[in-house]
């Protein structure tokens, strides 16, 4: 069974950044699709970004486009999520997740999905104070 293990919230004010990262173990790492998600308080969980597994390939919500960034390292089995410009309304627990298959590829409909996902970090809050 893997296991995956967020880390790096934190609080800070807006316009400032952050870096989460996820330590993968007990899967095989670099067959797996990566992707963070956030989920802020009665709402519900929102798709963030993902990467492909070989990192080559990237997307990310409209959200958070040109602020964030994804990256992974196959060889530590880990995947970052690089967060500048933040605002207040990216205070969320954030989780990482991982897919062994994307249906029918590799796309945004595909990441997006909660189901496409079957392994979850448990999260970490990052809360953005203005």
Known sequence: ??????????SVQAGGSLRLSCAASGLTYSNYYMAWFRQAPEKEREWVGCISTGGASRYYADSV?????????????????????LKPEDTAIYYCAAALRMRPAFLISACAETSTFDTWGQGTQVTISS
Do not use: C, D, P, Y
Request: hydrophobic share 25%.
């Open 65 to 85: 486009k040109g602020r964030f960034t994804i990256s992974r390292n196959n060889a530590k089995n880990t995947v970052s999520l690089q967060m500048n410009s």
């Open 1 to 10: 069974q893997g296991q995956l293990v967020e880390s790096g919230g934190g």
